[in-house]
């Protein structure tokens, strides 16, 4: 692609209208930032089959090949994902999790009871090495999430110098005692998690001291390790808890700002996860979208605070949050996962690609097993969800540099309510093609775009698209490739005209050369 500024001029309709609704893509010739990969992020919590039975299915185990309990399937699935980084131990897991008893002779480690999940007792087979040594299996860098409420700065600290320090000290010879001899130079260090709840049920204030007090003694004076420190920061809409934060806290003391926010219907009565009607869809939806407001409303506090944008709005847990599965147990988060799902993760990466700016970072939740999962597992079984192909698809725009896009969308009505029907986002890669992403989230209307492109001749269009028959439809372990991408054949281009037609409910990829 040339250099010079190129315009993209996207006209949305509906039904084959064209001129109703107008979008613009401009390429700069001096990109002012990248998308970040680690936007791509994921999460696992010693919660459910997240860990034990998800990731990690034991050293003994002959039916299902293995690494070091390490699930190959899965490892083979998250390095196609290209995962940039990987958060554990929790979410709430966390401020329980003393990670000293998940080191050393695996006999001799002291169970643990879950008390956040399920009542369950764990026996802490997979500790600090299974996890950081998984990390290089899967090509992830390890976000460790340290415990604030029940464990003190010493022992926070004290598990820096384990995974970092290549010396002599206390932590480092016990490293070693225990099998690993180089460090692995973990950067990425949560300091709590929800610090507003099952964090700890503190205020903003007092968890900004909190903060302050681990965040000095992590790393020494000027963090010569380059240690990136994340705040717990606000769940959903509490503006005053960043607020609080960024008014508060030392920038040389933070590199990253939490947030948390889940699409959910209503938290008493969140409905099923694959048989829900339009009404529940579009509830959802509407839930799902909020994230724009969000991401808009938290950077503007940050704004004032850090003007130059140099601590980053870190989304570490997002995606969709139903009843569990009939059946299962409720403690374990266990939900299918259908082309809703799909929906959410397209207009979720969009706001964040659109946002990069200021979002550095994000983790869906999570992984395998639980809640927006991107795999699902059933003993030697293993299976890709909706949300898994988008975020494949979505990868070309990891480390691209991104190009302003601002779109004014039909609506996708339901009743009296209305959503914004098409979103989107769009990046160049290194060898200087473009990429466009599209989301309709119209759950019976087609939209018609039209690409007309200004100032550079393009020779080619491609793209793959993510639909299926039903909203509802879904992967099982009996129909594991119901829903896969498939090559788009709804994009013609003549000339500088780009004329594109998406179905309902449905995620397209462009590549245009």
């Given at each position: ?42 999460f ?32 083979d ?85 384990y ?13 070693r ?63 005053n ?6 008014k508060?806290?030392?920038k ?82 266990y ?56 975020m494949?698809?979505?990868?070309v ?7 302003p ?109």
């Amino acid at each position: 692609m040339k250099n010079a500024i190129l315009s993209f001029l996207l006209l949305l309709g509906t039904l084959g209208v064209y001129g109703q609704n107008t979008a613009t893509i401009t390429v700069p010739a001096k990109p002012d930032r990248t998308i970040s990969r680690h936007i791509y992020g994921h999460f696992a919590e010693h919660l459910g089959r997240c860990i034990y039975g998800g990731f990690y299915v034991g050293e003994d185990n002959t039916k299902i090949p293995n690494t070091a309990g390490i699930r190959h399937d899965v490892v083979d699935a998250l390095k196609k994902l290209k995962v940039p980084n990987l958060r554990w131990p929790g979410g709430c897991f966390a401020d329980t999790y003393h990670w000293k008893d998940g080191i050393g002779p695996k006999a001799q480690r002291p169970t643990i009871v879950n008390t956040w999940w399920g009542g369950v007792t764990e026996n802490n087979s997979f500790g600090t090495h299974d996890f950081l040594n998984m990390c290089e299996l899967i090509g992830a860098e390890p976000y460790l999430a340290g415990n604030m409420a029940t464990g003190g700065v010493q022992e926070l600290a004290d598990w820096v110098q384990y995974t970092n320090f290549a010396g002599v000290s206390p932590m480092s010879k016990l490293r070693r005692e225990n099998g690993r001899d180089k460090p692995w130079n973990v950067k990425f260090w949560g300091i709590g998690n929800e610090a507003w709840g099952c964090g700890g049920n503190m205020t903003a204030e007092y968890y900004a001291n909190e903060y302050r007090k681990y965040a000095t003694f992590v790393s020494d004076w000027t963090n010569t390790g380059g240690l990136f420190r994340i705040a717990s920061g606000a769940n959903s809409g509490d503006f005053n808890w960043t607020e609080t934060l960024m008014k508060n806290v030392p920038k040389n003391l933070i590199e990253g700002v939490a947030l948390h926010h889940y699409a959910v219907i209503d938290w008493n009565k969140k409905g099923p996860s694959t048989t829900f009607s339009e009404q529940g869809y579009f509830a959802t939806m509407k839930s799902a979208l909020r994230m724009e407001e969000l991401v808009q409303k938290h950077s503007a506090i940050m704004d004032k605070y850090d003007p130059e944008k140099k601590i980053a709005l870190v989304v570490d847990e997002w995606g969709g949050w139903y009843e569990v599965e009939p059946g299962t147990n409720p403690g374990f988060l266990y939900q299918q996962n259908t082309m809703r799902d799909a929906m959410i993760a397209g207009s979720t990466l969009n706001t964040f690609n659109n946002h990069s700016d200021r979002v550095r970072m994000a983790n869906l939740a999570q992984a395998i097993n639980v809640l927006q999962a991107v795999i699902l597992t059933d003993e030697e079984k293993m299976l890709l969800t909706p949300t898994y192909h988008v975020m494949e698809m979505y990868n070309v725009h990891q480390d691209a540099t991104y190009l302003p896009f601002s779109i004014k969308s039909a609506d996708y009505t339901l009743g009296t309510e209305k959503l914004p029907a098409v979103n989107g986002s769009a990046s160049r890669d290194k060898n200087g093609v473009t990429h466009v992403s599209l989301v309709n989230i119209d759950a019976k209307n087609k939209q018609e775009v039209s690409i007309n492109i200004d100032g550079a001749t393009y020779r080619s269009v491609s793209g793959r698209i993510l639909t299926s028959k039903s909203l509802q439809d879904h992967n099982t372990f009996a129909k594991p490739n119901l829903i896969t991408p498939s090559a788009f054949k709804g994009a013609k281009l003549k000339g500088n005209n780009l004329k594109v037609e998406l179905p309902p409910f449905s995620v397209v990829v462009l590549e245009i050369k």
